[in-house]
């Protein structure tokens, strides 16, 4: 049994920034993370020395703690790329330039990918504070404390953070179980993302780019029905991605037809085949996703429901991005539910 003051489940951006402000003010603490990784929803595919986001790529003006984040770190902020003509294909496969505008104009990437920020976190943090593929199986109170148990550990502590999505925190046993109104209000927090899947198509050349064309489209065949440049800020391979339009159910069932059918679809509308196309389905992890998440919907209204505001007398607080009250869902929204943590905690 390991004794702390605050255990952290969850080794994504809400639960390392909380742990680069636990570590900064002293406090003692733990940090679990289900995963081989850190960075939950965050991830890249490395290719040729390249990061490529699979998850989570930009963050816009008017984010102060991104903003702050970048700054700190010292990274490189870029815009997302959008010189030229976007391309858009109808239902049955043809396709046009110039008929409008890119989507995602002003938004703003790191250079090195969002991993870079996810890596710079880690660093703040002493190693062994942090746990790699130690998935929290259960939480129990007692008098005097909580308790969180893995596979191999088991820590108690005075509190525990839940900095995952809340439906993946509903597959926690709770002893004693928590109140129906509690977990109910678990799940019906939509997991931002969670039922979302994108392609990432590798090219040697941004080709695109040379024909006049931002690397965006839009198309109503698909697979893919939305696409944007998603190469670094400088230097290749290159890349475009595109986020499907099929359901989970479709993709989990279809993955190697899909595949060539969007490799058919890149060639059409850009010209030339990708010599290489991996797709990210967030809806077939379980550590993001439950069946819950498979229907996706528009950007939900997030913040702390109120029956989650006082669970075991404020002994566990859920610090998920999806917790963030102006911000949720985005990477700003992490930062912001880390924030707001940092404030309970110091209230007692």
């Known amino acids: 049994m390991m004794d702390t003051d605050v255990v952290i489940v969850g080794g994504g951006l809400s639960g390392l920034a909380l742990a680069d402000e636990l570590h900064r003010k002293g406090v003692d603490f733990q940090l679990l993370e289900a995963r081989s990784r850190f960075g939950g929803r965050i991830h890249a595919a490395y290719i040729d ?7 989570p790529a930009w963050f816009w003006q008017g ?3 991104m903003a ?8 490189t902020v870029f815009e997302q790329y959008s010189t030229g003509d976007i391309v858009t294909e109808d ?34 943090v002493p190693a062994d504070r942090l746990h790699l593929g130690q998935a929290a199986t259960e939480i129990s109170q007692t008098d005097t404390s909580v308790t969180v148990r893995t596979d191999k550990l088991s820590i108690s502590a005075n509190k525990i953070i839940l900095a995952l999505p809340p439906r993946i925190a509903q597959t926690i046993i709770f002893d004693p179980p928590l109140a129906a109104a509690q ?4 799940g019906n927090v939509a997991t931002w993302m969670a039922g979302q899947a994108k392609f990432l198509a590798i090219y040697d050349k941004a ?3 040379d024909a006049g064309l931002s690397g965006d489209g839009q198309s109503r065949r698909g697979p893919m029905v939305e696409f944007h440049d998603a190469s670094p800020q400088s230097g290749g391979p290159y890349a475009v991605f595109g986020f499907v339009g099929f359901d989970a159910n479709t993709r989990a069932n279809h993955r190697e037809e899909m595949t060539q059918m969007g490799t058919d679809q890149l060639t059409r509308l850009f010209g030339t085949k990708p010599r290489q196309l991996i797709l990210q389905d ?17 950007h939900p209204a997030y913040g702390r429901p109120s029956a989650l505001t006082n669970i075991w007398n404020g002994r566990i607080i859920l610090g998920s991005s ?24 110091r209230q007692g």
């Open 49 to 55: 020395g390249a990061a490529f986001d699979l998850g």
């Open 63 to 65: 984010q102060p703690r």
């Open 68 to 75: 702050a984040a970048t700054k700190r770190f010292g990274f």
């Open 91 to 124: 239902q049955h496969g043809n396709v046009q330039r110039g008929a409008g505008f890119a989507s995602m104009a002003g938004s703003l990437r790191i250079a090195g990918g969002m991993t870079a920020l996810v890596d710079a976190y880690v660093k703040t």
């Open 183 to 186: 977990s109910d209000a678990m």
């Open 207 to 209: 080709h695109w780019r």
């Open 282 to 298: 967030w809806a077939q992890d379980p550590m993001t996703a439950t069946p819950a998440d498979h229907t996706s919907a528009d």
């Open 322 to 345: 999806e917790m963030g009250q102006s911000f949720g869902g985005y990477l700003e929204g992490a930062l912001e539910a880390a924030q707001d943590v940092g404030n309970l905690l």
